[in-house]
């Protein structure tokens, strides 16, 4: 047996949902995701992955800025679907999207739930030092990520984890869930356990503000917070150089044994002093420049010992 399946989703997290769902035979008779946008150097417009994949596979893609408009909920309704599959979407569905297919809406989410309900739970939970975190097929409801689970699998956080990391370990660890989750509802055997009402957490969209690194913070936090925010936006800071301040963005650290001032370089290797301990710069990106590894960063450039970084 097979489902008529809406998939709404737009980043490279949702792609291997897709592949497994068509993999196992369900028949997607539309996608939805983000209009394409400007990027890169050339600011051409740009579609997005899970767009790029559907069309590779002359799937038809949807691409709405609103789902809140009577005409866009009626084609939507016309697809006579069975179940709408939603991965990191970005848009809110209106309760007449999620009531129109047969079975409803369901999603992966990619936080152990009710912990990081919302944007970013990858990054939240790396910068809150998590020891564990997962994915989630859950049912949809009006509210923010508050519905029934019906399938969980969980991941250790390991100390070398960035957001990058992580998030290709839960979407590896996701796809086949969901598909799991699909075939359940499919048979009449899905299970939905409502979510607990303690321990709720929001993990609210990354704010710009929030990327620049304070070194007066302990190491521990801003090691959590440089491998939370990489690749992107990415950790920020200001080096001193004789032309001036120069940014940089850290994209790959470890906490080190450190004392002195916050923002100085301890030695000749990219350790700097936070206001408790320090932390080894090990992958870095100088503005306009290409992502290196601290060694090679150094052979180029080089950082002595006592350079201040605001």
């Known amino acids: 047996m097979t489902m008529r399946i809406a998939f709404m989703g737009s980043p490279d997290f949702a792609v291997p949902a897709l592949a497994e769902l068509l993999a196992r035979g369900h028949e997607v008779a539309c996608v939805y995701a983000q209009p394409p946008r ?6 051409q417009l740009r579609k997005t992955p899970v767009h790029a994949f559907a069309e ?3 799937i038809e893609v949807r691409t709405p800025k609103s789902l809140k408009k009577p005409p866009e909920q009626a084609a939507f309704a016309a697809l006579h679907v069975d ?3 939603v991965v990191a979407y970005g848009l809110i569905l209106p309760k007449a999207i ?14 152990l739930l009710p912990r990081w309900r919302g944007a970013a739970p990858i990054q939240r939970a790396l910068m809150a030092g998590d020891a564990v975190t997962g994915v989630q097929a859950m049912r949809m409801e009006e509210g923010l990520d508050t519905g029934p689970v019906i399938l969980s699998a969980e991941t250790e956080i390991e100390f070398d984890d960035t957001a990058q990391t992580l998030h290709d370990r839960l979407a ?10 699909v075939a359940l509802i499919e048979e009449g055997r899905a299970v939905e356990t409502p979510q607990a009402t303690e321990g709720v957490t929001y993990a609210h969209k990354i704010d710009p503000a929030e990327a620049r690194i304070d070194w ?3 190491a521990r936090d801003i090691d959590r917070q440089i491998r939370g925010l990489s690749p992107f936006p990415g950790a920020w800071f200001e080096m001193a150089s004789p032309q001036g301040p120069v940014r940089m963005k850290a994209l790959m650290s470890r906490v080190a044994v450190g004392d002195g001032a916050p923002g100085t370089l301890l030695d000749d290797h990219l350790r700097v002093a936070c206001g408790e301990g320090a932390v080894r710069l090990m992958r870095v990106q100088r503005e306009g420049r290409q992502a290196l590894d601290a060694e090679d960063f150094l052979r180029g450039a ?8 605001t």
């Open 83 to 85: 179940l709408a599959v």
């Open 56 to 58: 590779a596979r002359g």
């Open 216 to 218: 007066t913070r302990p």
């Open 98 to 111: 999620l009531e129109a297919p047969r079975h409803g809406c369901i999603n992966l989410h990619g936080s």
């Open 172 to 181: 590896a660890l996701g796809a086949p869930l969901l598909a799991d989750a």
């Open 38 to 43: 400007p990027a890169g150097r050339g600011q």
């Open 302 to 309: 080089g950082a002595p010992a006592g350079l201040v970084r």
